[in-house]
């Protein structure tokens, strides 16, 4: 996408604020619209009760700043912001019923080791959102939305999540999701087809992407754990190919990924000392969690950095950090470099960022248009109507959504074309990166002009293929859009050779 759309989003916002001068509600949330645009792309994250959001989340920062233990801030949904300084703001409703919302201070607290929000006297139910502002590099570009989990026992905390996701307001709504699977159960598909419903009627984030969480447990904490994961990812993305909405499935063991993003010394130096310790006798005191903290075990790191290990990396994380200190790894940020790809978490961050970071823009627009369609058609006014008409007009003709829409349907629908032409098509409309050179497959050094050549043979190859007349709908459809995207990108060749 351009900047273009983006430009446009912006005049049309501006012309909705002048229809309502003198209704300071409805400018105020247009001008809520507007800001969107210029704030940094909001990321929810969201899966059933205990599949791993806090930790996936702390991961991703690098750092230990949402709660992972059972408080009730796990019933709130909570925003993280790059900040200053760290403060937490919980947004409640006070019980007099006046419906205006009032702010509190939320105090940060350690507890047996743990970060926890003090709530004090609100309970969750009474608590619309927390605000965490935090000084962190991860979230300059990117707002992390933490929700309640989609199978809680509440129906009204599971509808929190919902309602994050498709919301009926301007100003909540997340612009992706990243969905974290334990088990793909009838709850996690229910869920993914009311964000696919949403997606349909262009009301709900456009981008998501699943995560096979805890993946050191799916193989029990063995050595080949990541393996057997990345084996339940590749099934549980052919089964969600129904719902036609995950753009791709990653297996993640976060716990690992948490614990070697924030390695201390005396954690390498531990791993060192039982690296030292026969195989086999080790292999016998981490048979369980308990059996390796045990009091009298002979192992050479004393029971509490052993309790400290398990808490932080768990046994796959000791097993794999052991394994390559005995392989030649020398010091910490090594060993801390070589866990972070093991766990997956590199993986992830890499899809995040060429479905999500690269096409920031794309999804902060498209929010703000649904937003503003949402204003204007609660509050219709003389004029209102063709700014609802041009901005129906951008989210159905902007080509960027377009290819997003198809790279989420590729998943859920037979393509009438052979394996290899799909491949092609997906990276052409941005499957695996939006730059030219991801797009067309060629390598970063090449020349503009053969690029150029490239390019144009793919507008060729595709607007033939879009008219074939025995293609499906569905087929034809989707070679059309791989054609405009070809076209795009010769286009922005032709304008680098000017």
Known sequence: MTAAPLHEARALIASARQLYAGRPEIRDQLT?????????????????????KSTLLNSLVGQDIAPTDATEC??????YRSGSTPTVTAWYQPDNGSGAQRSANVPVLRRDGHLTFDLGHLTADQVDRLDVEWPSSALAHTTIIDTPGTSSLSRDVSARTLEMLTPDNEASGADAVVYLLRTLNATDVQFLGQ??????????????VGVVSRADE???????AMMSAKEVASRFAGE??????????????????????TMRQAEFTAFQHLAEVPVDDLNLAMLSADRFAREDSPLPVDAKM???????FGLFGIRMAVTLIRLGTKDSPTLAAELVERSGLDELRQVIDIQ????????????ALVALKRVLTAHPVPGAGEILMSAERLLSDVHGFQELRLLGRLRSTEVGLPADDVAELQRLIGGFGIQIAERLGTDGDDSVELQRMRALAAVRKWRERARHPLLDQFTARACTVAARSAEGVLEELNTVRL
């Open 32 to 52: 809520e619209c507007a800001r969107r645009l210029e704030q940094p792309l909001r990321v929810a994250l969201a899966g059933s009760l205990k599949a791993g």
């Open 74 to 79: 796990t019933r709130v949904v909570t925003w």
């Open 195 to 208: 964000i696919g419903d949403h997606v349909g009627d262009e009301s709900g984030p456009l981008g998501v």
């Open 218 to 224: 799916v193989g029990a904490g063995r050595l080949d």
């Open 240 to 261: 969600l190919e129904r719902t036609g909405l995950c753009q791709a499935v990653v297996p993640v063991a976060g716990l690992l990924a948490l614990g070697a993003r």
């Open 306 to 312: 052993r309790a400290q290990l398990a808490d932080r």
């Open 356 to 367: 999500f970071g690269q096409r920031a823009d794309q999804l902060k627009t498209h929010s």
